[in-house]
């Protein structure tokens, strides 16, 4: 029987993923600290199942072995971490900073660096899957970072994701999450045009999706946002602004290492039409409405 303690946990950013990927550790037994920009049902629902609330990132990470954020942009990541009352102000020796929000390549190699100053570990392990993946714990994990700390991490990551793969050292996890980004600018604007066509040519939508995602054409994207795209529903599982986050980070690192990806940037000006139009909080989804 093995009696050693859990590792506790800081989570921050208890968002449409975080909530439950952070629940998903609670349910597991670790002790969990958690902070968020703001408070609502999702963080409610996890003080009320035993949670601590810690007013700083600073005191987040002094009150954790293991501190995990999900955030929204690389400037957040970057305040969150390296600001004044930030996780490196309040971490102890020997601590391990995940960041598993999508971002920088290059500020997840400056986070390991600033980490190994402070002598912690840190990792860059962004996730895809959406909310299902979150919801479930079954989302794909790609971790960039030291081989020690990924076997230190792999334990709390086998608790939110069923993929989990260390794909290099510090920012590899971040250039794998930008060709799985890019991989699905080109698919979800697929499925959108497929779909348009389909309805153009007086099909049943419903009969195309299902004769479609037993062949070469079917995919994640069609089976989880093509109904969506049928019924008009634009509720977001991933929203278009954090979307074009991504697609602007993939885009600067094409950009710096000489590669031309015709397909990203016509998706990327799709989804900016759709942000000027609908919005940022729409779900991916809605690039079908660029069609019509």
Known sequence: MNDTPLPRIGFMGIGIMGGSMAGHLQAAGHRLTIANRSR???VDALLAAGATWADTPAALAGESDIVITVLGFPQDVEQVWLGTDGLLAGAKP???LIDMTTSSPRLA???AEAAAAKRCAALDAPVSGGDIGARNAALSIMVGGDADAFGRAQPVFARMGKAIRHMGGAGAGQHTKMANQIAIA????GVAEA????RRAGLDGEAVLAALAPGAAGSM???ALGPKMLAGD???GFMVKHFLKDLGIAVAEAEAMGLALPGLAQSRALFDRIAAELGGDVGTQAIIAAYR
Do not use: C, D, E, N
Not at 186 to 189: D, I
Not at 195 to 198: F, G, I, P, T
């Open 94 to 96: 020997g601590t391990l």
């Open 186 to 189: 080109s698919a979800v604007m």
């Open 234 to 236: 634009f509720a977001p």
């Open 40 to 42: 609502g049902p999702r």
């Open 221 to 223: 994207q069609l089976t």
């Open 109 to 111: 190699s400056r986070l």
């Open 195 to 198: 779909l348009s066509y389909a």
